[in-house]
């Protein structure tokens, strides 16, 4: 989204939003008794149901409980992704995405329109049917290459985008990552921070929005 829309997506990083240190982080035990990337002062809502450890960003809220302050355009929080993510909400009001037809995500056309032996995945929140027109519309990098809206079946949690670190005689260090998903098992995992949770859009067929029925 730009500012030229002043419709923000829910996930949208926003002003005053701040990233906590890199002096939080330091390297831990699980309960194996093998060693991992955590947090000094570490919670369990730091951890995913895979036992990944997340970015921490605070969060802008205002007295209507919804995201506040200027917002930092093309940047994502890091918890209200995983949360639109992880529960299938819409990723620009944060309802509901799931409907009896399937559940609608949204793709650039960069690279070419996914057909049914294509693997997609992404880390795109899915959208509902209200927002899906808007949000194809205004967004910078799908107005650029062109959107496909995909009616999704099943879309399995795949893994997260993230920071690789490590452990050495100096502490935990930052490695240089690329930006391919890391899926979950990997045990790459174990000194990864997590920033974006990725699924896997399976048993979709391409749309168009117009042909959707309308939200109710």
């Given amino acids: 989204m730009t500012p030229r829309s002043r419709l923000v997506p829910y996930i949208t990083a926003r002003e005053g939003e701040v990233a906590d240190s890199f002096a939080s982080l330091r390297a831990t035990f699980d309960a194996t ?5 955590g947090y000094w002062d570490e919670t369990r809502q730091d951890r995913d149901v895979n036992g990944v450890l997340w970015s921490r960003v605070s969060q802008s809220i205002g007295g209507d409980g919804l995201p506040a302050g200027e917002p930092k355009w093309r940047l994502v929080h890091p918890a ?7 529960h299938l909400r819409c990723q620009v009001c944060g309802a509901n995405a799931r409907t009896s ?5 949204l793709e650039s056309r960069k690279d070419s329109v996914p057909t049914s032996s294509t693997t ?3 880390a795109q929140p899915p959208v509902c049917r209200r927002h899906a027109r808007v949000a ?3 967004c910078d990098y799908l107005a650029k290459h062109g959107s ?3 009616l999704a079946q ?6 997260v985008l993230g920071t690789p670190h490590t452990y050495s005689d100096n502490g935990v260090q930052v490695l240089v ?6 899926p979950y098992g990997d045990p790459a995992l174990r000194w990864f921070l997590a920033s974006q949770l990725v699924r896997t859009v399976r048993a979709f067929t391409v749309v168009d929005l117009h042909d959707l029925a309308p939200a109710p």
């Avoid at 008794?33 to 990337?37: K, V, Y």
């Avoid at 037809?101 to 995500?105: H, K």
């Avoid at 990552?177 to 890391?182: E, Q, R």
């Fill in 80 to 86: 209200r992704q995983r949360e639109t993510m992880l």
């Fill in 154 to 159: 099943s879309a399995p949690l795949y893994g």
């Fill in 136 to 138: 194809s519309k205004k």
């Fill in 148 to 150: 496909v809206a995909l």
């Fill in 177 to 182: 990552g690329d930006d391919a998903p890391v």
């Fill in 101 to 105: 037809e399937g559940i609608l995500f």
């Fill in 33 to 37: 008794g093998r060693a991992r990337l």
């Fill in 120 to 122: 997609v995945r992404t």
